[in-house]
């Protein structure tokens, strides 16, 4: 893909020498690396309420980052127009986080090579607004039908189309077509008038309307979220204090999210304040732990092409055998530390510079039969479905809050339990995992990551894992 | 830009939108610069400087409504979003309840509201810096043991607000915010901690003192080390304010007008009837001038207003906007909140519990045992059915003091309970955001930890 032939250079007439002359006007002050990052983000939402569509909503926003790297500093400045003038003017401000002559050069752009992950069929935001349209009105049909006890379903559609360009003074020119598609059911169920209980699931990824078929159809989606509310209106107290935990296969990969992941996302590691910091080579989980962090699997929510510094993505390995083998980078963290680029540089639109960020992070398959699993426990808890969970990266306590969860009883799932949040420490709750499952699932695509005020979707996973020692923290 | 121009805009895509066939319509516009300085360990981190402006539409055509916005506030960038709204407002359904709120509602308040403060918007960069720079030596000087920093950080931000409908009403104001804020990593041996304290203010004079906040946040941090996990055990509980106002954040989400129509509320069919401890009041007040939560009109375009929620233990109100009150055959009691784009949800002004009496040192006397919660993390709150399981991290309280921290553990109950189980509100109210608690004690919680 050549710069003229790219969306901004069609639409916006951007040549190779406009972005060099703002990357010569961002390093004018004696920055030593300056990127600017085009985003132009096309979104589009329905939502369903009461049986009805109530709303919906489309738009587009456009913009340009500029960011200027000095030593350990970072000069940030942004513009919602992309004219010259405004543009230059953005370089020239974030220029003043250096104070000097113009030292470095910028190199000549080069166009640089991406994955080409997204496997779609029809672009969702291209697709007809009826057709998006009812696949909420299926997923409510189907989720009132699941059981008459269901007496409130919400479904949200939305969509997303975002085109990205990346230059860097380092001469890279990377572009991408980032489509995200995702459909979210929520239920609401009572019995003869007692306490309602509700249901959650959803579906998505960097897909098109195709993708809501089979597992993932709307019917599919609002049958689980009914059912998670009919199961939950059975649930009694869960129980307190510390237990065996085995945790299902998919979206419980949360913990390996909030154990880690964070934590090692090398911006904390480079300052000293990660529980994990200066650990690399130490044992921090059981040896049956492999933990993964992989932006390029094919048409997932957590995967790119290229990540928001124009690195392509990567299968990085965090955690082998037990073993903690690296963090993840962007492109500051790398500079400063001599560490490899990760393809972990995110951030949530153009007014934001870049983080390191997870993309999609799961632990490998391990031997064990996942239902021998559950078997052999004694006493426990098994939990299936997570809300959201959080981690201090600092001291490496983290939590996170089970929706779904069973009794384990003489190695036989009992009574469903009310919702409970789990917590742990960072470094030692992966130490008393003691089977891992043959079962890896991924998430269905749905997950939203926060970090310092800024949201990126990300997916998880995990095969079925036994925890020997966790603390639950329900009510008896 | 300034507020004349975004109204003219505001009123070009209503003229528009009305002649292109809608029957009702309304747009926000807004826009605002944020300048925000970080420093770590004594040297400038990051410099950020910008602004931005959009615009969001809400049409109704009859009884289905559609929704747009844009970046792009020429009449090019204007059209296209009436276009795009009026487009997708077709694939809506009819929803009885939907419209703008009855004009006879529509007002502001015409006092000021000290939401501006020229001081802000005047700021040197330099002095972002020197303050960021001073509240996190402040903090490094206290003690040996703080030998680390998360970085300290200065923003401000002055922004402006538009809103207009096809009724009439056009509204707008401006407003400032400053915020000084730092993190202190503290070390001894294998424990090392964080925490973090900060001030906000609508004007720049208005700031607490760099060092204070800088020592502040270091005593927390200092407090934190070498945590004990305590057992499993059912305890009174004391919630620093800092996390008691998480407690009102749930209150709100319960008695928002979304969560009673939909009945997925803890609170619901409550009205009228006693859901916390006699002592307890919630207020939601938009008017206070000069605090966070304050406006002088919702985001419909309706006054805004001073409403008791719980008055002395009873349920009092509901926060509505225009349409949760029409689905619950009532008034709208301003609590209309919305981005640019979409249908208006529940916004809260200046949520407060009133305070007590007591002070925090004699709320922990009193109580002799149990846990001082200083920071909650997690999302294990159901506002349908009021079960509560929060991560805490905090002080045991022995002897009527704290006497040392605990951490990795969670705190669960229902909040039904919860409410009706305060014993004890401190006299140590401030406004130092939009949700705001005095120390809050509840008198028998579950804690989780080592068995």
Not at chain 1, 72 to 95: Q, V
Not at chain 1, 317 to 325: D, F, K, M, Q, T
Not at chain 2, 421 to 439: A, K, Q, V, Y
Request: hydrophobic share 40%; net charge negative; glycine share 12%.
């Amino acid at each position: 893909v050549s710069l003229s032939s790219s969306f901004f250079g069609q639409k916006f007439g951007l040549t190779e020498r406009d972005l060099e002359r703002y990357l010569g006007e961002a390093l004018s002050r004696g920055g030593e690396y300056a990127d600017l990052y085009f985003e132009y983000l096309a979104t589009s939402s329905i939502s369903l309420d009461e049986s009805i569509i109530k709303s919906a909503a489309q738009g587009v926003s456009l913009g340009v980052g500029v960011r200027v790297l000095a030593g350990e500093r970072t000069g940030y400045a942004y513009s919602d127009d992309l004219s010259p003038e405004k543009i230059l003017k953005a370089a020239a401000t974030a220029a003043c986080i250096a104070s000097g002559p113009a030292s470095a050069d910028s190199a000549d752009l080069r166009v640089s090579p991406r994955h080409n992950l997204y496997e779609i069929q029809h672009l969702a935001n291209e697709s007809p607004l009826e057709e998006r349209a009812a696949l909420v009105k299926r997923a409510d049909a189907a989720a009132r039908a699941y059981d008459a006890r269901v007496f409130l379903v919400q479904a949200i559609y939305a969509d997303s189309l975002r085109h990205v360009l990346v230059a860097t003074s380092d001469g890279r020119l990377s572009t991408d077509m980032q489509p995200m598609a995702r459909l979210n059911v929520a239920a609401i169920a009572r019995q003869d008038g007692g306490v309602p209980q509700r249901g959650y699931d959803g579906g998505g990824g960097r897909v098109g309307l195709e993708f809501f078929t089979g597992a993932h159809s709307p019917e599919a989606l609002a049958r689980e979220a009914a059912r998670q509310a009919i199961v939950q209106l059975d649930a009694r107290e869960a129980p307190a204090g510390e237990m065996t935990v085995v945790l299902g296969p998919g979206w419980p990969g949360i913990l390996l999210h909030e154990a880690v992941g964070h934590g090692l996302e090398a911006d904390f590691n480079r300052k000293g304040v990660s529980a994990f910091s200066g650990r690399i080579g130490q044992k921090v989980a059981s040896e049956l732990c492999t933990v993964i962090d992989d932006g390029t699997i094919a048409s997932r929510r957590g995967s790119l092409n290229v990540d928001d510094e124009g690195e392509p993505t990567r299968h990085n390995v965090l955690i082998e055998n037990g073993i903690l083998r690296g963090y993840l980078t962007d492109k500051l963290s790398a500079r400063l530390t001599g560490a490899a680029p990760t393809g972990s540089g995110r951030r949530e639109n153009y007014q934001n510079y870049p983080m390191p960020r997870m993309t999609n992070t799961f632990m490998l398959a391990g031997e064990s039969d996942p239902a021998e699993i559950v078997r052999s426990v004694a006493s426990g808890l098994y939990c299936t479905t997570f809300g959201g969970g959080q981690v201090d990266i600092t001291s490496g306590n983290f939590v996170f809050s089970a929706s779904e969860a069973y009794l384990i009883e003489d190695g036989r799932l009992t009574a469903p339990v009310r919702g409970a949040t789990l917590v742990g420490n960072g470094p030692e709750a992966l130490k008393h995992i003691s089977m891992v499952g043959h079962d890896l699932k991924l998430d269905q695509g749905i997950g939203v990551c926060g970090k310092e005020g800024q949201s990126v979707p990300v997916g998880v996973g995990m095969p079925t894992v036994r925890l020997e020692r966790m603390t639950v923290g329900g009510t008896r | 830009m300034s507020e004349a121009i975004l109204l003219e805009a505001a009123q070009a895509a209503i003229t528009l939108a009305m002649s292109r066939g809608a029957s009702a319509v309304e747009v926000t516009c807004a826009e605002g610069e944020e300048f925000t300085a970080s420093v770590r360990l004594g040297e400038v981190e990051t410099i950020k400087e910008a602004g931005s402006r959009g615009a969001g539409i809400r049409v109704l055509v009859g009884r289905r409504q559609g929704s747009s916005y844009t970046s792009d506030l020429t009449p090019a960038g204007l059209e296209t979003m009436v276009s795009a709204a009026l487009e997708i407002a077709r694939i809506t359904e009819e929803d009885p309840y939907a419209g703008l709120p009855d004009a006879a509602e529509l007002g502001k308040l015409e006092t000021d509201l000290g939401l501006w403060s020229q001081d802000i918007a005047s700021v040197e960069a330099s002095a972002r810096i020197d303050a960021a720079l001073r509240a996190e030596a402040a903090a490094k000087d206290f003690d040996p043991r703080i030998d680390n920093s998360e970085g300290a950080g200065c923003d401000t931000y002055t922004g402006c607000r538009v809103f207009a409908n096809s009724l009439g009403f056009a509204g707008s104001y401006r407003s400032t915010t400053a915020s000084l804020s730092v993190t202190p990593v503290a070390r001894a041996g294998e424990s090392m901690e964080r925490d973090s304290w900060y001030s906000m203010s609508r004007s720049w004079a208005g700031l607490d003192d760099a060092a204070v906040i800088g020592r502040t946040a270091a005593v927390r941090a200092l407090r934190r080390l070498n945590p004990r996990k305590i057992s499993t055990r059912k305890s009174a509980v004391v919630f620093e304010p800092r996390a008691a106002r998480s407690l009102l954040g749930h209150v709100f989400e319960a008695v928002s007008g979304e969560s009673i129509y939909r009945k997925s509320s803890f609170l619901l069919d409550q009205l009228g009837h006693a859901v916390a401890a006699p002592r307890v009041t919630v207020v939601d007040d938009a008017t206070m001038p000069g605090r966070f939560g304050t406006s002088p009109f919702d985001d419909e375009g309706v006054p805004s207003r001073r409403t008791v929620v719980i008055d002395k233990g009873m349920l009092s109100a509901y926060l509505l906007n225009t349409y949760t009150a029409r689905k619950l055959g009532m008034k709208t009691t301003g609590n209309a909140a919305r981005g640019l784009a979409g249908a208006p949800g529940i916004g809260h002004g200046n949520l407060y519990l009133s305070p007590g009496t007591m002070t925090p040192e004699e709320i922990y006397r009193d109580i002799g045992t149990g846990l001082l919660v200083t920071e909650l993390i997690g999302f294990g709150v159901n506002t349908v059915t009021g079960d509560y399981s929060r991560g805490a991290t905090g002080l045991w309280i022995e002897n009527g003091e704290p006497a040392y921290p605990v951490s990795e553990i969670t705190i669960a109950g229902n909040l039904k309970d919860m409410l009706a189980n305060i014993t004890h509100i401190g006299s140590d109210l401030e406004f130092r955001g939009s949700t705001s608690s005095p120390t809050l004690a509840i008198g028998d919680m579950m804690i989780s930890g080592k068995s």
